[in-house]
T-cell receptor
């Protein structure tokens, strides 16, 4: 069975500082990995997926199979980045079945 | 586009009472998901539908939970009887299909409190 671990419940940074939200996974195959975000009073939405290798709102995430990690990074935090971030894993051939981590609350302070 | 619609948004009931949640997915989305999110946790899949067929209900506590998706559009999730531990946010999501990497679009959720 797969597992997603987000070790930090809360991460507080100052505006303009770099951000790294940690995500580690446990899965025997090659997973598909995602970051979902939930802004205050909004619904959960997809931020980015590793296969796209894209940068969304300045965020990037690199899959490190050796360390089984998929950390989310942004070089300069903005106030509007404050939100709840969830890392999620989809197993190979998993039919879009997601396993979520427990989430990290990012707070960007002025 | 309204996105995924859920109702009610909030529900407070006493234990042993029944409760039902309703979900209307995005038009054209064949796959529908029900998740439960306990306080401080990430969403956990309860059941996944492909059109009107439940293709994955392995995590659904079948002694008290039931779901249906008649006509392959709207869906209802029911709990009978509710227990204190059922207090959670129940999320509905939909996607075009169940292929790998298909984006899931979430509804606002129904927050259930069982007293």
């Amino acid at each position: 069975a797969q597992r997603v671990t987000q070790p930090e419940k809360l991460l507080s940074v100052f505006k303009g500082a770099p951000v790294e939200l940690k995500c580690n996974y446990s899965y025997s195959g090659s997973p598909e990995l995602f970051w979902y975000v939930q802004y205050s009073r909004q619904r959960l939405q997809l931020l980015l997926r590793h296969i796209s290798r894209e940068s969304i709102k300045g965020f990037t995430a690199d899959l490190n199979k050796g360390e089984t990690s998929f950390h989310l990074k942004k070089p300069f935090a903005q106030e509007e980045d404050s939100a709840m971030y969830y890392c999620a894993l989809e197993p190979t051939g998993g039919g879009n079945k997601l396993t979520f981590g427990t989430g990290t609350q990012l707070k960007v302070e002025l | 586009e309204a996105g995924v619609v859920q109702s009610p948004r909030y529900k407070i009931i006493e234990k042993k009472q029944p409760v039902a949640f309703w979900c209307n997915p995005i038009s054209g989305h064949n796959t529908l998901y029900w998740y439960r999110q306990n306080l401080g946790q990430g969403p956990e899949l309860l059941i996944r539908y492909e059109n009107e067929e439940a293709v994955d209900d392995s995590q659904l506590p079948k002694d008290r939970f039931s779901a249906e998706r008649l006509k392959g559009v709207d869906s209802t999730l029911k709990i009978q009887p509710a227990e204190l531990g059922d207090s959670a946010v129940y999320l509905c999501a939909s996607s075009l299909g169940d292929r790998q990497q298909e984006t899931q679009y979430f509804g606002p959720g129904t927050r259930l409190l069982v007293l």
